[in-house]
């Protein structure tokens, strides 16, 4: 199965901060890989699919880029709601896989 | 509105058996692959399996296969997950999910637009 490698686990961040998730796969996936924000005891929410398309609704301080193996999605100036876990998925094989996470705290 | 909804959920003893459903409205239910995802308490998501429209193709993480089976009934809008032989380490919250594209419109592989809300799968004695 493809791996997806993301960093960092977590991070520190303020109101207003660009902050930068990277995920890696362990083979090329082209451009098949989707970001997911997870806020505690709730289902994940789909961001950007197709590693760079933004979801209906999100807003556009969320994006994504990357293909092949190394993709990142960035949040421009990141607000209150924003804290929250986010998960890289590839779709690229049926084995779908997640990435570990990355856990987005205030400092 | 389009909607998943989970149940079955519940504590189980190890080696025993527990059957999930997913309800899914608002949308043609059969014309969606769908997938069971879980989450074990403090970690990251895991794909369990996944089911074709028709139900004639399915995929199971190697960690499940040979003790759960996905089925579908599209005249009921249900989605199944039969857990067989259950382990502590299958304790999760198991969602349901569905890709972002019908099957008329891309890969059965997608990004998953709509999640239920999960229902919570304890094993231990």
């Known amino acids: 199965a493809i791996q997806l490698t993301q960093s960092p686990s977590s991070l520190s961040a303020s109101v207003g901060d660009r902050v930068t998730i990277t995920c890696r796969a362990s083979q090329g996936i082209s451009s098949a890989l989707a970001w997911y924000q997870q806020k505690p005891g709730k289902a994940p929410k789909l961001l950007i699919y197709?590693?760079?398309s933004l979801e209906s609704g999100v807003p556009s301080r969320f994006s994504g880029s990357g293909s092949g193996t190394d993709f990142t999605l960035t949040i421009s100036s990141l607000q209150p709601e924003d804290f929250a876990t986010y998960y890289c998925?590839?779709?690229?094989?049926?084995?779908?896989?997640f990435g570990g996470g990355t856990k987005v705290e205030i400092k | 509105q389009v909607q998943l909804v989970e149940s079955g959920g519940g504590l189980v003893k190890p080696g025993g058996s527990l059957r999930l459903s997913c309800a899914a409205s608002?949308?043609?239910?059969?014309?969606?692959?769908m997938s069971w995802i879980r989450q074990a308490p403090g970690k990251g998501l895991e794909w369990v399996s996944y089911i074709s429209s028709s139900g004639s193709t399915i995929y199971y993480a190697d960690s499940v296969k040979g003790r759960f089976t996905i089925s579908r009934d599209n005249a009921k809008n249900s989605l199944y997950l039969q857990m067989n032989s259950l382990r502590a380490e299958d304790t999760a919250v198991y969602y349901c999910?569905?890709?972002?594209?019908?099957?008329?419109?891309?890969?059965?592989?997608?990004?998953?637009?709509?999640w239920g809300q999960g229902t919570m799968v304890t094993v231990s004695s």
């Open positions: 608002g949308f043609t239910f059969s014309d969606y692959y």
């Open positions: 998925q590839q779709f690229n094989s049926y084995q779908l896989t």
């Open positions: 197709d590693a760079s």
């Open positions: 999910a569905r890709p972002r594209l019908d099957m008329f419109s891309g890969s059965p592989n997608d990004a998953f637009d709509i």
